[in-house]
């Protein structure tokens, strides 16, 4: 089993800035994929970000692209959702989800694919 611990969300005013945490413990594999879903109320849950072992890049969705950055460190386990710019349509929970393994490209975007998702935390953007 892989448990993920989130935190950083917040209430924040548009235009500001908020980083969200999440570390991976237990059995975690030295091949991973994290990723980052939101969902909004009455909406289905959506890709935000993603990152994978080894890889240099990361991968966004297109919402988010220049606004959000994906970071790790990798002998923590831990990644970093850095959010600027933020909109009231960023308000959502926010879950990081963890695979034991590093997802096909066109893979790191489907929710399904991931075997381990943390708890979520709130982030709210008010105007």
């Known amino acids: 089993q892989v448990q993920l611990a989130e935190s950083g969300g917040e209430l924040v005013q548009v235009g500001g800035s908020l980083r969200l945490s999440c570390t991976a413990s237990?059995?975690?594999?030295?091949?991973?994929?994290m990723g980052w879903f939101r969902q909004a109320p009455g909406k289905e849950r959506e890709f935000v970000a993603a990152i994978r072992s080894g890889d240099s890049s990361a991968y966004y969705a297109d919402s988010v692209k220049g606004r959000f950055t994906i970071s790790r460190i990798n002998a923590k386990n831990t990644n970093y959702l850095q959010m600027n710019s933020l909109k009231p349509e960023d308000t959502a929970i926010y879950y990081c989800a963890w695979h034991n393994s590093r997802i096909v490209v066109t893979g790191v975007r489907l929710g399904d694919v991931y075997s381990y998702w943390g708890q979520g935390t709130q982030v709210t953007v008010s105007s």
């Open positions: 237990g059995r975690t594999s030295s091949s991973w994929t």
